[in-house]
């Protein structure tokens, strides 16, 4: 569910980000998340779906996906530098948890057509 179609990526300058259009979800720092929907096609299609300034990726279902960078500034063998830039976003439970009941979640990754990097995956080993 959202809000309003989103109309351009999300800047540091510009408050709030467009993430917050898509209803639950935030970004709790200066990362900067953008939230892509099919409905933007139709705007500009900066953040559209399937086709935005990214590249071209149909959602996995229903119109819209968010994205985000992670990276390290001269790091190496692409290992944390000290500079970096990461984004995320997160959401609240619409029900609380339960205690002592297993839980799960996924995602679906999908590199952006103009990456040429992905985020090395957790519990690789870096150098130092």
């Known amino acids: 569910m959202y809000s309003s179609c989103p109309t351009n990526v999300t800047s540091p300058a510009v408050v709030p980000y467009e993430i917050t ?3 639950g ?3 709790p720092t200066y990362g900067t998340s953008d939230y892509f929907n099919a409905c933007d096609n139709v705007i500009n299609g900066i953040v559209g779906v ?5 590249g071209y990726q149909l959602s996995k279902s229903g119109s819209a996906y968010c994205g985000f960078w992670a990276f390290s500034y001269g790091g190496v063998a692409g290992c944390y ?7 995320y976003i997160q959401g609240q439970f619409t029900h609380p ?13 999908s590199l952006a057509n103009g ?4 985020v090395k995956p957790t519990g690789g080993a870096c150098p130092g």
């Open 81 to 87: 530098s000290g500079q970096f830039w990461w984004e």
């Open 25 to 27: 979800w935030t970004a």
């Open 97 to 109: 948890l339960i205690a002592n009941h297993t839980y799960s979640i996924g995602f679906y990754f």
């Open 115 to 118: 990456s040429s990097l992905a």
């Open 21 to 23: 259009k898509c209803l």
């Open 50 to 54: 399937p086709k935005n300034q990214l």
